[in-house]
């Protein structure tokens, strides 16, 4: 069975830094492009970043370009994401999500963790 | 940046009925559209790709249709569990989700 398990999120001043994990398991995780999806409270979705299967491919949206860096370890079967100089506009729940049916760093998300909420205020 | 609008924003069906919901592109997206469904306090659940693909394990009740800049998921009874927010997105040029629609018990 395929699982997605975030940790890391919390209360955070804005300014500060945080760092969210994801722990896969039920699947080959070194084979598939893995994301972040974000959800603001009571919002809808936003794509945050991207990281191809060995790395070699990174994107981020322009919301969070420069202050976040997402990286992985596939020895681990782990996903993560560095967030740096956080706004009260990151507030949200992070969702982990593996990439499907991907193309030119572009994936549809099969499978979501249940996400780790991220609280920037002061 | 492609804007994908839903419409429309709620819809107010009873169980059994017939569900359409609408997907819009600001430009083309081909057929690189997917359908997912959210519940209250859970993570999105992928149903179509594709446009029109259903995912694993998703009953034949949901079916997706369009391409170019129209997409329509179509539930064709509503089940009590179908109740909740439905979101497309696009993998065409770049990805960006729309607003949602609620679909709610009437």
């Known amino acids: 069975e395929v699982q997605l398990v975030e940790s890391g999120g919390g209360l955070v001043k804005p300014g500060g830094s945080l760092r969210l994990s994801c722990a896969a398991s039920?699947?080959?995780?070194?084979?598939?492009?893995m994301n972040w999806v974000r959800q603001a409270p009571g919002k809808g979705l936003e794509w945050v970043s991207s990281i191809s299967s060995s790395s070699s491919y990174i994107y981020y949206a322009d919301s969070v370009k420069g202050r976040f860096t997402i990286s992985r370890d596939n020895a681990k079967n782990s996903l993560y994401l560095q967030m740096n100089s956080l706004r009260a506009e990151d507030t949200a729940v992070y969702y982990c999500?593996?990439?499907?049916?991907?193309?030119?760093?572009?994936?549809?998300?099969?499978?979501w963790g249940q996400g780790t909420l991220v609280t920037v205020s002061s | 940046e492609i804007v994908l609008t839903q419409s429309p924003a709620t819809l107010s069906l009873s169980p059994g009925e017939r569900a359409t919901l609408s997907c819009r592109a600001s430009?083309?997206?081909?057929?690189?559209l997917a359908w997912y469904q959210q519940k209250p306090g859970q993570a999105p659940r992928l149903l179509i790709y594709d446009a029109s693909n259903r995912a694993t394990g998703i009953p034949a009740r949901f079916s997706g249709s369009g391409s170019g800049t129209d997409f329509t998921l179509t539930i064709s009874s509503l089940e009590p569990e179908d109740f909740a927010v439905y979101y497309c997105?696009?993998?065409?040029?770049?990805?960006?989700f729309g607003q949602g629609t609620k679909l709610e018990i009437k």
């Open positions: 997105q696009q993998r065409s040029n770049w990805r960006t």
């Open positions: 430009q083309s997206v081909s057929s690189y």
């Open positions: 039920g699947f080959t995780f070194s084979s598939y492009s």
């Open positions: 999500a593996r990439g499907f049916y991907c193309s030119g760093g572009s994936c549809y998300y099969d499978y």
